[in-house]
């Protein structure tokens, strides 16, 4: 996309009004994506002028989640409110009156909701009715003189196509008789998101704009602007929506979890969560079904030729599949060192770090998430009630069974403690075992366990111990 020669610069443009979304941080990657592949500049610009939707703490949130998701930006960060107060719109807005291009407007709330309500009934867009674009100079200065509120409206060109050439939608063709007037500064003196949008991206030498599909419509009235200004607009590029699982609704929270921060708070691995989004809407295409990719692969393959129009589902299966696919590849000690918080505040009443450990390490590789951490195998520290229909192999007797039973007690009890270990077990039992596996290794890991679906008898022998599993075995002999 960037065959010209100048440098490019993207930036993240994120309003502080809660919680990040998925969707920006899907945004901020392909920005910071794109940047990175084309050696380009990334701005972090925080688009706070709309006060009545700032959210406490909301930068602070984004700020940690740039830097825990290894995005950073090379400049700012920039806040439009300070920019407000250095009067850097105000400027430009004058520069649009001065040249016709925007009128001031007095119309109170009142008068608007009307127009609105009359608009509807009759069945037309909501659009203002351009009341006070007939306000002579002088009305307007003894108006404003009168300390009257107004606001400064965009006098949007009427009869015209505007064409967007969107890098990922192709050309959007939109009417401006579609467009409303649109307020570029509020009663307050604070610009709008249009305005300050457009003014910034234009001073900062903003080449390509990524943002969410839900803002083409606002697009046209952008480019507007650059036109009145005379500016060269930016390249767009509009992402697919996030839609749900099944790929038919935008995605909503009643749906599931949209915030970055509560992916985290679940255990998600940083890496399989930027893996996931990163995949959301866009992927290398070649007959390539890889589908692990680290930071440094994403920058050298990211294409925004290959971001999709479709919607893209947001399906947590297929994150907890990346996700253990990463735990797979980790070090066991940090796996540990990571996982032991989940286990201990899924099952506070365990308290011996030895067998929480031990049972973290049999969970590991088939681990999709921290927060499942002891979930599956709670038989291993609590106790059992046993079914002798479970114990049987196939189609064996309970004779069969209780000698199966009676052959493992005895290989197990001359094991010394101190040879108590995984690898031990593993390969002791297995030579036991012989070519005919089921048949001893069943009886035994439904002794242990009580389950029909369980990790290996070796293995849960090594979590459990030998008294433990001596007695377990001992009680299902006697059920036979
Ligand atoms: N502040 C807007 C947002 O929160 C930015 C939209 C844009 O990138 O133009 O998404």
Redesign the pocket.
């Known amino acids: 996309m960037n065959t010209e020669s100048e440098k490019v610069v993207v930036?993240y443009?994120?309003?502080p009004?809660g919680l990040m979304h998925i969707g920006?941080l899907r945004?901020m990657l392909y920005d910071y994506l794109f940047a990175k592949h084309n050696n380009g500049k990334v701005i972090l610009r925080v688009?706070d002028t709309d006060k009545s939707r700032e959210v406490e703490g909301s930068y602070e949130n984004l700020e940690r989640l740039i830097e825990w998701a290894g995005i950073p930006y090379d400049e700012g960060p920039i806040f439009q409110s300070d920019r407000v107060k250095e009067g850097v719109y105000r400027k430009y807005v004058d520069i649009l009156l001065k040249n016709g291009d925007a009128y001031h407007c007095f119309c109170t709330r009142e008068r608007l909701d009307e127009m609105r309500k009359k608009q509807q009934a009759q069945k037309v867009p909501p659009m203002y009715d351009r009341k006070c674009i007939s306000l002579s100079k002088e009305e307007v200065s003894r108006r404003i003189e009168d300390g009257e509120e107004y606001v400064i409206r965009f006098l949007v060109p009427k009869d015209k196509d505007i064409e967007i050439k969107d890098a990922v939608r192709g050309k959007i063709v939109i009417n401006t008789n579609t467009v409303d007037d649109q307020v570029l500064m509020k009663s307050d003196g604070f610009p709008t998101?249009h305005l300050a949008?457009v003014v910034d991206d234009h001073e900062m030498g903003v080449t390509h704009?990524?943002?969410?599909e839900e803002?083409v419509t606002?697009t046209p009235k952008h480019i507007l602007l650059y036109n009145a200004f005379k500016w060269k607009a930016p390249k767009f590029a509009h992402l697919p929506l996030l839609l749900n699982a099944d790929g038919k609704k935008k995605l909503s929270k009643r749906q599931g979890d949209v915030a970055v921060e509560d992916f985290i708070q679940k255990g998600y691995l940083k890496n399989a969560l930027i893996n996931f989004i990163a995949l959301l809407g866009w992927n290398p295409g070649g007959g390539d079904t890889k589908e692990i990719f680290s930071m440094e692969e994403l920058i050298e393959k990211f294409d925004l030729k290959k971001v999709h129009k479709a919607g893209a589902a947001v399906d947590i299966k297929r994150l907890n599949w990346m996700n253990s696919q990463y735990i797979k590849k980790m070090d066991t000690q940090e796996f540990i060192i990571q996982a032991m918080p989940h286990f201990k505040s899924n099952f506070p009443d365990l308290k011996d770090e030895e067998v929480i450990k031990k049972i973290l390490v049999i969970e590991k590789d088939r681990m999709e998430v921290y927060n499942q951490a002891g979930k599956e195998n709670t038989f291993l520290f609590n106790s059992i009630s046993l079914d002798k229909e479970l114990l049987i192999w196939k189609d064996a007797s309970l004779t069969d069974t209780k000698k199966q039973l009676e052959r493992a007690l005895q290989v197990l009890e001359k094991i010394d403690e101190t040879n108590w270990e995984r690898e031990f077990l593993n390969k002791l039992l297995l030579s036991e075992a012989g070519d005919n596996k089921g048949e001893f290794l069943w009886p035994l890991r439904a002794a242990l366990t009580g389950q029909k679906y369980s990790p290996s008898p070796m293995d849960c022998a090594w979590v459990l111990g030998k008294k433990e599993s001596l007695n377990r075995i001992k009680k299902a002999i006697k059920l036979c």
């Open positions: 930036r443009a994120p309003s009004t920006t945004t688009e998101y949008n704009v990524f943002r969410g803002w606002s």
